[in-house]
């Protein structure tokens, strides 16, 4: 039997690389054919050819690890079906089922491998995609950049309630230029008022060094409701706040969480700015995603594991029905969450729905 797992692993293996290659490209060639202007006009002046090419790959390059964890549950699904229809229509499947050998042990190699395909995602997650993550959340107007353009911030409101405004924040330097912060009391009222013409982010300090800092001062008689402005401004040399470029990036960009690591993500949630029910979503969706994918896998497997003859492409039609809505559906559990639930349950959601249904197909295949 392990001469035949053998042989049908390699078939998937090989029908999974394939697969993942024609998909990526298609999705590559029908994007670039959509937004062919905009690819044009960020060429820099390379050559019309050389620089259209470098440019679509610095563009689609960093996302094709991200396309990976997106799609490789589908994928995973569409190569056990081209596996086990190849086998049926050579009469391969029906000489092994006939030696003897249930549905279920001739699913077991491609359950298992296709588990571990979906598991490369973690290490992709992890340790690549966070690397490339600044680059991932460029438009394609800004290809050629190692991040997004720098973007203007307007009262962006730290854990104390201060506000803070900026002309350009540069992702890639840390860097803000033009800065004003408003910093407030308990009570919401202007403390004081600081400029500076440029801040850099200190990650030791957790705080902006400021650099031509000045600040205001406002004395405040709460009961009398008077405040009396200092007339001699003071130099101020940082501003300590929750306001990282992270937490900065993740205001501006929405998707920016998804794309960094479990680590960064536990950083992240101990930001009292954060929405921490939403980070803590993310997290555990790493894990169920993977889960998820199983149970889709599992969900198309009686499509195919057939011991009578049957026209498997009207079973391939049928499995693609009920595995990509299950997929689809999935992913939209876990990219919009359900309401006040809570982040554990709502991350776990398509599986605790997918489980009784994935068991239920599978005992319906006749061992």
Known sequence: MKTVDRYIIRQFLLNFVILLAVFVLLIVVVDVALNFDEFLK?????????????????????????????????????????????????????????????????????????FLLNLLSIPNQEYIIPLLANKIIRSKGQVGRETVRPFEIYYAVDSHRNLLSAGA?????QTLEDVAILERSEEGLARRRITARQAVW????QRWQLYGGVG?????????LEADVTATPHAVEYFKTSLSPAVLLAQREAFYPRLLSIQQLHELSRNPVVDTTSIRQIMWSRFSLLVMNLLVLVMGLPFF???????????GVKAAVVCLGAWAAGLVMLQL???????????????????????????????
């Open 216 to 224: 205001v001062e406002r004395e405040l008689d709460i009961s009398e």
């Open 202 to 205: 200190d990650e030791s300090g």
């Open 42 to 114: 960020a060429n820099r002046g390379r050559g019309v050819v050389i620089g259209f090419i470098s440019t679509v790959i610095d563009y689609y390059g960093p996302m094709i690890p991200f396309l990976y964890v997106f799609f490789s549950g589908l994928i995973v699904v569409a190569a056990m079906g081209f596996t086990y229809a190849a086998l049926a229509r050579h009469g391969e499947l029906n000489a092994i089922v006939s030696s003897g050998v249930s549905m279920h042990r001739i699913a077991m190699p491609i359950v298992v491998v296709g």
């Open 305 to 315: 594991l057939l011991r009578e003859p049957a026209n498997m492409l009207l079973q």
């Open 169 to 173: 924040f540069d992702a890639t330097k």
């Open 337 to 367: 969450g359900v309401g006040e639930m809570n982040p554990v349950m709502t991350a776990w959601l398509p599986v605790i729905l997918y489980l009784p249904v994935s068991a239920g197909l599978l005992m319906w295949v006749k061992t």
